[in-house]
């Protein structure tokens, strides 16, 4: 038999190790050690880690790569990013938000980030970014999944022309509905906007994913709504609460209570630590807090909780480069998580956790899945988070789509090394 492609001696993210991968037609054929057969090509992953690709499950590409468009963010608030794109939102053009996104997907790709669930502002009565979005999904296709999440980001009420503008989106084939419950004019108007936007997921079978509570105010507390109306209407297993960043700074004896409430109606948690970390607390003076929700707790409950990325060059964030393993990599920082099996999950919350709350289908490397996964230069899932590793061959369907050399650095010192190469500092215990 032979088959299209094998990467032989692979590491795989369960810890496997010395596995050969095959395909055929884009699929996955066999994961076992030394598949003896004839291959239309061969690629060695010598040893290192061959993983599933990255998923971002929280982004905004209607704003990426915005930078400096109209102007800076000078306070880096939430507040005045969502301003500045106030201002800068009746400039975009269709030609330019397709450009920018298609950019940043070329982007993504060389980092081996796969899909992406990425929020679509429909306060704009033009709907220009839903248009330019939604062309931008169907070019994407062949090599990027891209998933959109109707967002009011000016408030279901409190943007006039929101709820109409939302089922617009939804009806010109937007996947997800959306909110911001805590930029609302009023606490009630925020229960209202849950009650509200979880109904129309569920008289449509869509999913719902909601920017909720994106505030240090502890009593910012629409999660609280968001739970018992997923629970209420049976929406369980397809809807999510967004950076949840007022739990950091909740009373602890409500989130004992909170928490059991959200694993019982099954909403699923993402954090977004690069910018959880950097927009909130801005209003502390010292201690200054975190803003990152409470991600050990909710794990240890059983609530799926991934990490996304949000934002890339945008109002909101001037850094970032596509790499959810920076994304993962701050989590564990921030939070802070440093055990091994916290390091290890990290991972799976930009690979595996994403990919089950986006309903992505043949994800995995297991006989039958798509031929999708990514080469790392790194020993395990540990050493691919503590370096942010190269990726060095990403496949999309069987076909390399994208390669990074390895590393490497040649060093000019006496009686040393003639080169380092990052990978090989992996520790001598994998556990
Ligand atoms: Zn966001």
């Known amino acids: 038999m032979a088959f299209d492609l094998i990467v032989k001696n692979a590491t795989l993210p369960d810890g496997r190790s010395g ?31 061959v993983t599933p690709p990255f998923v971002d499950c929280h982004f905004h590409m209607d704003a990426t790569l915005s930078l400096g468009l109209p102007r800076m963010n000078e306070s880096g608030t939430l507040l005045e990013g969502i301003a500045l ?21 070329d982007l993504a790709v060389a980092q081996g980030l796969l899909a992406v669930r ?38 279901y009420y409190r943007s006039p022309t929101a709820a109409r503008n939302l089922e617009r ?48 105010d502890p009593l910012s507390r629409h999660i609280e709504t968001l739970v018992s109306e997923v629970h209420r209407l049976g929406l369980g297993g397809r809807a999510v609460g967004s950076h949840l ?21 099954g909403v699923a948690a993402i954090a977004n630590p690069l910018i959880n970390i950097t927009l909130q607390g801005r209003h502390d003076t010292y201690p200054r807090r975190r803003g990152l929700t409470r991600i050990a707790e909710m794990r240890a409950l059983g609530i ?27 989590a564990v920082h921030a939070a802070p998580m440093t055990s091994r099996e916290a390091i290890r999950w990290a991972f799976e919350a930009v690979t595996t956790v994403p990919a089950a709350i986006l309903g992505l289908e043949g994800y995995g490397l297991a006989p039958g899945n ?11 899932t540990i050493e691919a988070v503590r370096m942010r590793a190269a990726r060095l061959t990403v496949v999309r369907r069987g076909t390399v789509i994208a390669e990074t050399p390895p590393r490497t ?14 990978a090989a500092y992996a520790p001598k215990t994998t556990h």
């Open 19 to 49: 596995v050969d991968i095959a395909v055929d037609k884009g699929k996955i054929s066999a994961v076992e050690p030394s598949i003896a057969a004839e291959a239309g090509r061969i690629l060695d992953a010598r040893g290192y880690l």
């Open 304 to 330: 799926p909780v991934a990490l996304g990325q949000d934002c890339c060059m945008d109002p909101w964030y001037g850094l970032g480069h596509a790499d959810m393993l920076d994304v993962a990599s701050m």
């Open 409 to 422: 650095a040649a060093l000019n010192l006496a009686g040393r090394p003639a080169a380092v190469d990052p």
């Open 370 to 380: 798509n031929a999708d996964f990514v080469i790392l230069q790194a020993a395990d």
């Open 169 to 216: 989106a939804l009806d010109m084939g937007v996947d997800v509905v959306g909110g911001i419950p805590h930029f609302e004019r009023t606490m009630a108007d925020g229960a209202a906007s849950m009650k509200a936007l979880c109904e129309i997921a569920a008289k449509r079978g869509l999913m719902i994913d909601v920017h909720c509570d994106e505030s240090d």
């Open 245 to 265: 960043t007022s739990m950091h700074s909740m009373d602890s004896y409500y989130v004992s209570k909170l928490l059991p409430l959200m694993r019982e109606a």
């Open 118 to 155: 990425s929020h679509v502002d429909v306060c704009d009565d033009r709907l220009l970014a839903v248009e330019a979005l939604l062309e931008v999904r169907e070019k994407v296709k062949p090599y990027l999944d891209l998933q959109l999440v109707a967002f009011p980001q000016d408030g």
């Open 85 to 105: 794109w106030g201002e800068l939102k009746p400039l975009l053009t269709h030609e330019a938000v397709i450009e920018r996104a298609l950019k940043y997907c």
